[in-house]
């Protein structure tokens, strides 16, 4: 019976992954991010299965031999090192966003050292019995070397939280910041599961680390239906949903419209692909310059931006919208192009009139925004 | 019971209410707008419920001496009526997919038909304290499957075939690539708890059933979420992201047979800063519309709105004599859009296409611009004139 129930616990993580797997296999472009998280999913699945299978070797004397279990507890050990690898191997990638990230040799070699040492004395456990032996009734012992395994697991944990901590200081951008957060709590969890398992023998371990697995997925996912594909600020869609939640809560705030001067003749003298890019600064501008406040910032339309921010009154409204421009002024310094970014930008303040108005609101912010562009032309 | 034993039920049943957990806020968070998501979550809950009723009745079952049975009646009443209610809220939720969210006549008319069922259902469930129909429960709180428990089966399984079966058959008749793929989704859910009542039924020990409903909710989620990704909500065509992915997917085929065109709205930032943008999305609509009537029907052709006011079109079509015609035909559409309605603007476009060339392009990029050049050139030529 007890068998049984872990087969039954194990069963639904198990399906979860298959399914996980195939549906980032049915992608038609998977980047190497993708390749190196459908790893760690292969390697977890197979964790399980040697789980399984060890748990069901050990002592059961009506179909083990010793070489079997033997065999089941070294692929036990080398998966369960192989998955905290793999899963630093997709933490690197992660941290260091970017499709042409290569691993250096000596780099690639250094990670790989941990692995292949307890890789070698686990195969050789059946010779010289160092990591772990199996009695003449098929149970399953520790050996003198028994903490190699788990050593190595550790460096790899360790290396892969302390990587995102150091990708969560020095990043700027602050919903990079909020992922990146979100995959060290992922990390972090799957472990404190093995050292509850090792305590009390109820099977968490491998389980909550598929949850983790789910959850990273289910995140990643999230980030690409609610964020603009060009810029990666918030979609217009899902600024139009937020707004209407804002307006359910009764807060007060400001909207902010931003629309870019000259954006057109950027696109019609430079072409398309400098256009995406001057779009694509302005979005990373307003990401580190509004980012440091409570602000929700969205790509509107074309070279349309809108933020929703909380300042106490219209001064200071004003404020933020005069130290946006200056800082927009000192940016476009650091820059090395022949134009010059720059946007006209209007604000309104959210009160009762506008309550399940939204479009009239953004239509006020509009207006001030246009007298600004005006102001400039003449 | 045990308390090892109830710590495995708690693990077997924890985790599928977890990974629902996930999927509510999800769906709360990002499907907002859409009218069927409230459906979509409170299966989720009802799943969620039904698996805290299972947890709880395994706390009572054979505890007679502790408890009274009461409690494991009202449970075991619970359980019977979320049973069959899960089966209706999802076959509801799958119909709702599939047909829309304005049912004509002829369809509400048979979602009516389909309530009768449950309620009968339901009425028995209620009764079966005193009828034993379903299940029983004796003094020292041991839990027995009624005379008529097959009743059970046949209503949950019943809703779940139709909820199967109802998305296959429409799959044909889609013509747009994200409907075909929901309706995958949506018939490949409705086969899991089906795999898992079966399994089940074999080897008693296994619990399989709603853990297997809820990687099934996952699924339709997925497909829920698919049809997000990828079209673009002002004018319902293909967004951006998709076009690049379909795009990468042609450029890795020897084929030469396919066309790229783009086209782009003349002097559409004018009719936005005189008519404002809500008149500015209308003229977008509109394009999009012309080029459904051209092309929509044609399944070998990915409409997409690139963004701002230009689109893009890949055509696997063989020689320049087709696109040609089509321009055309997307001309003439389009002035008839424009003499029907009634806006101060009379909207125009700039086309230009290009083909892939093997030999001479090598990324997405190549051809894109050869496309875009096109496009800038017919801009130029129409300024002239």
């Keep these: 019976m007890e068998k049984y129930i872990h087969y039954d616990i194990y069963i639904f993580p198990m399906v979860l992954l298959l399914l996980l797997w195939a549906i980032i296999q049915l992608k038609k472009i998977r980047t190497s991010l993708d390749r190196s998280f459908q790893t760690i999913i292969a390697v977890c699945f197979l964790s399980f299965f040697s789980d399984i299978i060890c748990v069901f070797l050990d002592g059961n004397l009506e179909i083990a031999v010793p070489s079997a279990v033997y065999l089941g507890n070294i692929i036990y050990f080398i998966v369960s090192v192989m998955l905290s690898m793999t899963w630093l191997n997709y933490v690197l990638y992660y941290c260091h966003d970017s499709i042409h990230y290569h691993r250096t040799k000596t780099i690639r070699n250094i990670m790989l050292t941990p692995f292949i040492i307890s890789v070698i004395f686990t195969i050789l456990s059946p010779v010289n019995q160092q990591v772990f032996y199996v009695t003449a009734d098929c149970m399953y012992s520790r050996g003198p070397l028994f903490w190699l395994p788990y050593v190595a697991n550790t460096i790899y944990q360790v290396a892969a939280i302390l990587a995102l901590a150091q990708a969560y200081a020095l990043e700027e951008l602050p919903d990079r910041k909020r992922r990146i957060l979100v995959i060290e709590i992922t990390t972090i969890i799957p472990i404190i599961c093995t050292v509850f398992q090792a305590m009390t023998h109820v099977w968490v371990a491998l389980p909550m680390t598929a949850i983790c697995l789910f959850y990273i997925y289910m995140d990643e996912q999230n980030r690409q239906i609610t964020s603009d594909a060009l810029t990666g600020l918030n979609n217009k869609d899902y600024f139009n949903s937020y707004l209407k939640r804002l307006m359910d809560e009764k807060e007060d705030f400001y909207l902010y419209v931003m629309d870019m001067d000259r954006f057109k003749m950027i696109n019609d003298t430079y072409g398309h692909a400098e256009g995406d890019v001057a779009l694509k600064n302005v979005a990373n501008f307003l990401k580190i310059h509004l980012g440091r406040r409570r602000a929700f910032i969205a790509r509107y339309g074309g070279d349309e931006f809108v933020a929703i921010m909380y300042p106490q009154d219209d001064k200071e409204a004003y404020e933020i919208m005069l130290s946006l421009k200056a800082d927009l002024v000192r940016y476009n310094a650091t820059r090395d192009k022949e134009y010059e970014l720059s946007f006209s930008m209007g604000f309104a303040k959210y009160d009762e009139s506008f309550a399940h108005k939204p479009r009239k609101l953004v239509d006020a912010a509009d207006i001030m925004m246009y007298k600004d562009k005006e102001g400039k032309k003449r | 019971m045990t308390a090892i034993n109830y710590s495995y039920y708690l693990q077997i049943d924890t985790l599928p209410i977890l990974l629902l957990v996930i999927l509510c806020i999800n769906a709360k968070r990002n499907f907002r707008n859409l009218k069927n998501s409230d459906r979509f979550v409170s299966v989720c809950l009802m799943i969620i419920l039904i698996l805290v009723t299972d947890l709880l009745s395994w706390y009572f079952i054979g505890e007679g001496d502790r408890f009274s049975p009461m409690c494991l009646w009202n449970l075991g009443t619970i359980y019977y009526m979320l049973d069959g209610a899960i089966g209706w809220a999802w076959f509801g939720y799958a119909y709702y997919q599939v047909h829309g969210d304005f049912l004509t006549d002829k369809e509400q008319r048979v979602l009516t038909i389909a309530t009768i069922p449950i309620v009968l259902y339901i009425a028995i469930v209620i009764g079966t304290p005193m009828t034993h129909w379903i299940f029983y429960v004796d003094e020292k709180s041991r839990f027995f499957r009624g005379n008529l428990h097959v009743i059970q089966s046949i209503v949950g399984l019943g809703y779940l075939v139709a909820s199967g079966v109802m998305p296959a058959l429409r799959y044909k008749k889609e013509e747009l690539f994200e409907r075909k793929v929901m309706c995958q989704g949506l018939a490949l859910a409705a086969i899991l708890p089906f795999v898992g009542a079966v399994i089940q039924l074999l080897n008693y020990n296994l619990i399989l059933l709603w853990p297997f409903s809820t990687i099934s909710m996952f699924i339709m989620y997925i497909?829920?979420?698919?049809?997000?990704?990828?079209?673009?909500?002002?004018?319902?065509?293909?967004?951006?992201?998709?076009?690049?992915?379909?795009?990468?997917?042609?450029?890795?085929?020897?084929?030469?047979?396919?066309?790229?065109?783009?086209?782009?709205?003349?002097?559409?930032?004018?009719?936005?800063?005189?008519?404002?943008?809500?008149?500015?999305d209308r003229a977008l609509q509109m394009v999009a519309e012309a080029m459904r009537a051209t092309l929509g029907t044609d399944s070998d052709c990915m409409l997409s709105r690139y963004g701002g006011d230009e689109f893009a079109i890949v055509l696997n079509h063989k020689n320049e004599m087709d696109m040609k015609e089509v321009v055309r035909q997307l001309r003439t559409s389009l002035s008839n859009l424009n003499d029907m309605s009634d806006e101060l603007f009379k909207l125009q476009l700039s086309i230009g296409y290009a083909r892939w060339n093997h030999n001479k392009m090598k990324t997405v990029e190549d051809i894109l611009k050869v496309a875009d050049t096109e496009m800038y050139l017919q801009k130029l030529k129409t300024r002239i004139v």
Excluded: A
């Design chain 2, 223 to 280: 497909s829920f979420q698919r049809t997000k990704i990828s079209v673009d909500p002002l004018t319902g065509l293909n967004n951006r992201g998709r076009l690049e992915t379909y795009l990468q997917y042609k450029v890795h085929t020897v084929n030469d047979d396919w066309f790229l065109m783009f086209i782009d709205i003349d002097h559409f930032k004018k009719i936005n800063d005189t008519f404002g943008h809500t008149t500015g």
